[in-house]
Structures are given as structure tokens and as C-alpha cells.
């Protein structure tokens, strides 16, 4: 896959919009700051279709990848962006990082670990904020999620 792909996802509580340009995306994030969310929500519309309330607006196939059947699953996967959870346990495999090389897929890997395995760009790393306020008390209402680059190489010139 080549290209540039805007991702948008939402449900009447939470708004995450995203940008892919290359192979490999990592998304960092403190603690609560919805990582795992925009995972979980891209599994339910998978599982549920429409009747799950959840929009994505992107022209690419997106799914998530989990730790059931991942090498098929993936093997069957093409011109797709795949989200992937810190807790599938293969993303820190050699054979994990020999079938992302061949792959004609975009990854969307959401860790806080270092994937030293991976050919990832430090332009390619995001972390994810969201907007709403910092007390500790959330209520329901939505709240937009906001990736941000983690490293600019051009503020080093």
C-alpha cells in the first residue's frame, strides 16, 4: 500500500482521527488517555456492523488483529490498515516483524514498548491526547482523541 489515509472513527462518546503514511504507525499514550478504546471500537463495528453505532470513515479496509489465529488472519489481509493492540503478545515476535516487511498492509500498533524488531520511522510515532478536562471524574459526553507527533525532526535543523 502507498499513500496517505485519514482514519475517522467515533460513537456518541468518543471522536478519534488519525492519519497513516506509512507502513508502520505507533501510538503511545499515557494511561486512560484511550488507546485500548479506539482498538475496542474497531472490534465492535467488525463484530456488529452498524447496529454497534459506531462510524469509520476511511477508504482503506481497517480491522484489528488479536492474538487468535493472527499469522492467518493476517495472511489474508491485503491493502488493509490493521490495528494492533500492546496485548497481543506477537507483535514483539520475529516472525511478527518478518511478515510486516512483506506485507502490503499499514499497521496501526498501539505500545508503550520499544518494537526495536520493527522498521518503524521515528516520523511515524503519535501520541494520543484527548480534550476533555483533567478531572478525574469523567462524565458521558464525547471527547475527541487527538494523535500528535512525538518526535519533529525538523525543529533539529
Known amino acids: ?3 496517505k489515509y485519514d482514519i475517522e472513527i467515533y460513537n ?5 482521527f488519525l492519519t497513516v503514511k506509512r507502513n508502520i504507525t505507533i501510538v503511545k499514550g499515557n494511561s486512560a488517555t484511550g488507546k485500548t478504546e479506539l482498538i475496542r471500537l474497531i472490534a465492535e463495528l467488525e463484530a456488529n456492523g452498524s447496529s454497534s453505532g459506531i462510524t469509520l470513515k476511511c477508504e482503506k479496509k481497517c480491522t484489528v488483529l488479536t ?3 493472527w499469522e492467518l488472519r493476517l495472511s489474508s489481509l491485503s491493502q488493509a490498515i490493521v490495528f494492533i493492540d500492546e496485548t497481543a503478545a ?3 515476535s520475529k516472525r511478527f516483524a518478518e511478515l510486516v516487511k512483506g506485507s502490503d498492509n499499514y499497521f496501526v500498533i498501539v505500545t508503550r514498548d520499544d518494537l526495536s524488531q520493527l522498521p518503524y520511522s521515528v516520523e ?3 501520541g494520543l491526547r484527548n480534550s476533555s478536562d483533567s ?3 469523567k462524565t458521558y459526553k464525547k471527547i475527541y482523541n487527538e494523535m500528535f507527533k512525538m518526535y519533529n525532526l525538523n525543529t533539529y535543523e
Do not use: T
Not at 456518541?12 to 478519534?16: D, E, G, K, S
Open 1 to 3: 500500500m502507498v499513500g
Open 12 to 16: 456518541n462518546r468518543v471522536h478519534y
Open 67 to 69: 492474538n487468535i489465529d
Open 90 to 92: 506477537f507483535i514483539r
Open 124 to 126: 511515524e510515532i503519535y
Open 135 to 137: 478531572s478525574k471524574y
